[in-house]
């Protein structure tokens, strides 16, 4: 039987796929839909063609998951463009789970008790959780007989200790309500510390590494021996580093003072610390760090500040996550700023000796976008550049928990 996973991301109005080979590890068809509730709904599909890929985009009206999730069922069964013969040619799929709260410290199969966990956490990720239910509900009327699992991307942080995850607060506030660490990003953290183990030739269990996955959203992670330990996204994805449009860490307090001086409501409030701070808010000019860099390369001054400020944050954590860990074996960056970015990396990495951290100027340029060693040879601290695959570890998780259940 063919081992394709196909793995879904339901957000509030769009589906991300990817129908993944596992056999090989290769991608047969992914894409998205965008719009999914209106009558122009934009289809974008990526597939298998010959001894290479196709693309088609497309536009119609998609009134709800369900359908967008039988049209792509279609698309992949099509007889001209169609990559597999029959629905039976998917395995299992794999769901991207935003928040599993305390309960799912791994991946978990599908069952009427993990959808009612999902629900219970809806309170936890009101924009998120919502939207992945429905995707397995409509996956559950479309395919009843299929296999399918939970991947959630607080599983990995589950982990951490409780001197961790506790908030100075009144311990009511964790007791009554749940307020704690969470972390967010945990598929991707625990792909890169995976993978940058495997390409060391090392074991994970051997191994101090800081995870920096650095994009619109943007968290960085401490694994010892394989595990996450603390990580800089916290009760929301707001907490830890700048990011696109997200404050990260700030003063509570200033909340407090604005809200008061300017007369903000809650909802006002939270708009602005998630939607109008981090890079966009301080440079006044993008959310997106190219342009960014282009703008302060122009002179731009609260381009080359937001700039700063994102380096200086991401630098602290490092700082912190050793002290935290007593060491640091690997360093990685991934994610579109992570992976792409050499000025932004070398503003971390520089003046980092006392950690042992030493980064080769030649092979951070050369390394964009593509797995690679950019430390010096002699650098006490690997530092590498990894491009992180949520997909393939959400497929490979997927395979993982149908292949448990099936010896059991
Ligand atoms: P992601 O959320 O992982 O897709 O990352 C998006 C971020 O990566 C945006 O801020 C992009 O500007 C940034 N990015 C993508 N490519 C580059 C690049 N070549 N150099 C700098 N930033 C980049």
């Given at each position: 039987m063919k081992k394709n996973i196909l793995i879904l991301n339901?957000?509030?109005?769009?589906?991300?796929?990817?129908?993944?080979?596992?056999d090989n590890s290769g991608i047969v068809a992914s894409g998205f839909i965008e719009r999914v509730g209106m009558e122009d709904a934009v289809i974008h599909h990526h597939y298998r063609c010959g001894d290479g890929?196709?693309?088609?985009?497309?536009?119609?009206?998609i009134p709800r998951h369900r359908e967008a999730i039988e049209f792509i069922m279609n698309l992949l069964m099509d007889d001209e463009i169609g990559v597999i013969e029959d629905?039976?040619?998917?395995y299992g799929i794999g769901h991207r789970v935003v928040h599993g709260g305390e309960k799912h410290i791994e991946s978990a199969y599908i069952t009427g008790e993990v959808k009612q966990d999902i629900k219970d956490c809806i309170d936890l990720a009101p924009l998120h959780n919502p939207h992945n239910l429905t995707g397995i509900e409509a996956c559950e009327k479309l395919i009843p007989d299929h296999h399918q699992v939970a991947v959630f991307d607080t599983a990995f942080h589950q982990t951490i200790p409780r001197h961790t995850y506790i908030y100075a607060l009144p311990y009511e506030a964790y007791s009554k309500y749940g307020i704690r660490k969470y972390g967010f990003h945990g598929t991707s953290h625990q792909y890169v510390a995976s993978r940058a183990a495997e390409m060391l030739g090392k074991p994970l269990e051997k191994l101090k590494i800081i995870s920096c996955h650095l994009?619109?959203?943007?968290?960085?992670?401490?694994v010892k021996e394989g595990k996450s330990i603390d990580t800089s996204m916290g009760f929301t994805p707001l907490s830890g580093l700048v990011m696109g449009t997200r404050c990260g860490d700030i003063d509570p307090a200033v909340l407090l003072y604005l809200m008061n001086k300017e007369a903000f409501s809650a909802h006002e409030m939270s708009v602005i610390i998630n939607r109008h701070s981090g890079l966009f808010g301080i440079s006044g000019v993008s959310r997106d760090f190219r342009e960014i860099l282009e703008?302060?390369?122009e002179g731009h001054d609260r381009s080359q500040l937001a700039i700063d400020i994102f380096a200086y944050r991401i630098k602290k954590y490092i700082g912190s996550y050793a002290a935290a860990m007593n060491g640091l074996d690997v360093l990685v960056f991934t994610a579109g700023i992570g992976e792409n970015s050499v000025e932004l990396r070398d503003m971390v990495c520089s003046e980092m000796e006392y950690l042992g951290i030493d980064?080769?100027?030649?092979?951070?340029?050369?390394?964009?976008?593509?797995?690679?060693i950019i430390s010096a040879a002699d650098s006490k601290v690997t530092v590498m550049t990894l491009p992180t695959d949520e997909e393939f570890m959400i497929a490979r998780e997927t395979l993982r928990i149908i292949g448990e259940l099936k010896n059991v």
């Open positions: 339901c957000g509030s109005s769009s589906v991300k796929y990817e129908l993944m080979d596992m890929y196709s693309d088609i985009k497309t536009s119609k009206s629905i039976k040619d998917i994009g619109n959203g943007a968290s960085a992670c401490a703008q302060a390369k980064l080769d100027r030649k092979r951070n340029e050369k390394y964009t976008g593509t797995e690679g």
